[in-house]
């Protein structure tokens, strides 16, 4: 049983608590749920620079990240740092997230928000609308077609935009349909947690050009960033990156200005 399936299988039992105790009705009764959402695809698309910031205290490959922020505080450096979007993890037991995290960043800021998150179920994104979020995440490797296209389209009549993960070929070509906004090319190789943008090179021309293609995990450099661009990706995720240091905002600026000078 690799990592994935382990916190799938935990995912599958904490959904089925949460839905026992917060019913679909009280989600929808969230102020926030008839917010209207900006879409990451579209800024991605117009942006210079493309960058999704994210918000990660740990991660089953690295015990611990930064734990000493507030996401408030990171959400609102992001914004001033013009990101493109950021992204919230809420998965708890392994990366140390919460669904409150995604609350404070949404009052703390105006960009669109990604629900980082390991979405079975459309009680989750229901979650993720309720909560603030704009984006949701969908991780091909462990949903089947039609789960895929369940969910998307489910996201999608909530106003959503959704970033479909894939870490290969087998992965993209069962998952494309027209409910996905963005296709995430994952360089991470989730049975070993190596990591290499030659998936992300690989994979760009199979993905179609009606979708925002984005580019996740190893992206720590300008020059990484300026070696996928030809590849046609719009999009790059940034995870420990600016979470390593003591101020995500601060780093992102830097990194933004050395990327579009």
């Not at 979007?85 to 669109?112: H, N």
């Not at 994979?203 to 020059?223: H, N, Q, R, T």
């Amino acid at each position: 049983m690799n990592i994935l399936d382990k916190i799938i299988a935990d995912k599958c039992k904490e959904v089925a608590l949460r839905k026992q105790l917060i019913p679909v009705k009280q989600l929808e009764q969230s102020v926030l749920f008839e917010r209207k959402s900006p879409s990451l695809a579209q800024a991605l698309s117009t942006s210079a620079s493309g960058i999704i910031a994210e918000h990660k205290r740990r991660s089953p490959s690295k015990a611990t990240i930064n734990h000493n922020l507030n996401v408030q505080d990171v959400a609102s450096g992001y914004e001033q740092a013009g990101v493109c979007g950021m992204s919230v993890l809420t998965d708890g037991k392994y990366f140390g997230g919460s669904l409150d995290d995604l609350l404070l960043a949404r009052a703390a800021a105006q960009l669109p928000l990604l629900r980082k998150e390991f979405v079975i179920d459309t009680y989750q994104i229901l979650e993720a609308k309720a909560y603030g979020a704009d984006v949701i995440l969908l991780i091909a490797a462990v949903l089947t077609r039609e789960e895929i296209k369940t969910l998307s389209e489910f996201a999608k009549s909530l106003g959503l935009d959704v970033l479909l993960e894939v870490h290969n070929l087998e992965e993209l070509q069962k998952s494309v349909m027209p409910s996905l906004d963005m296709l995430g090319v994952n360089n991470r190789n989730l049975k070993t947690f190596e990591v290499s943008l030659e998936t992300s090179k690989s994979l760009s021309a199979e993905i179609p050009d009606d979708f925002v293609k984005v580019s996740e995990s190893g992206i720590s450099s300008i020059e990484a960033i300026i070696a996928l661009q030809p590849y046609g990706y719009k999009g790059f995720l940034i995870g420990e990156n600016f979470m390593k240091t003591d101020d995500p905002g601060a780093s992102a600026t830097e990194f933004i200005k050395q990327l579009t000078q």
